[in-house]
């Protein structure tokens, strides 16, 4: 039960973190998990995310890994295991189908 409550309440925070920004339209496209929550809390404070769904299909893992170390030199705040969950994420999400 505390389980599901706190579940609960993850999602309905999360829910309201994004309605407002008018970006619901284009996080829909990409499912819930750990991955999105590390791209949206730590990847659009520079750009949109349109910046990243844009590239949907171009990049594989490896690129998708490129690109973290880049934004991260950008100034990027990330952990070495939130980049992990994340090229993950976005390989099964926005990668290119090999
Ligand atoms: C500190 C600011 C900053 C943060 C935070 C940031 N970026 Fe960026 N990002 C940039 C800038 C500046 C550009 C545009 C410059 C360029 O195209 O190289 C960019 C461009 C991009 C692009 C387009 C690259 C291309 O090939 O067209 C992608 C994809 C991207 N960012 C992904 C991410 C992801 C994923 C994260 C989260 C891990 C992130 N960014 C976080 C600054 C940032």
Redesign the pocket.
């Known amino acids: 039960m505390l389980r599901f409550l706190s579940g609960l309440v993850v999602v309905l925070v999360f829910a309201v973190v994004t309605a407002p920004a008018g970006r619901t339209a284009q996080s829909e496209e990409l499912p819930d998990g750990p991955g999105k929550k590390i791209?949206l809390a730590?990847?659009t404070?520079?750009?949109e995310l349109t910046?990243?769904t844009k590239?949907r299909g171009y990049y594989t893992k490896d690129d998708w890994r490129d690109?973290?170390v880049?934004?991260?030199k950008?100034?990027?705040t990330?952990n070495d295991k939130e980049s992990d969950v994340?090229v993950d994420y976005?390989a099964a999400n926005l990668g290119k189908k090999e």
């Open positions: 791209l730590s990847c404070s520079c750009h910046e990243v590239l690109v973290i880049t934004m991260v950008y100034g990027a990330l994340l976005l």
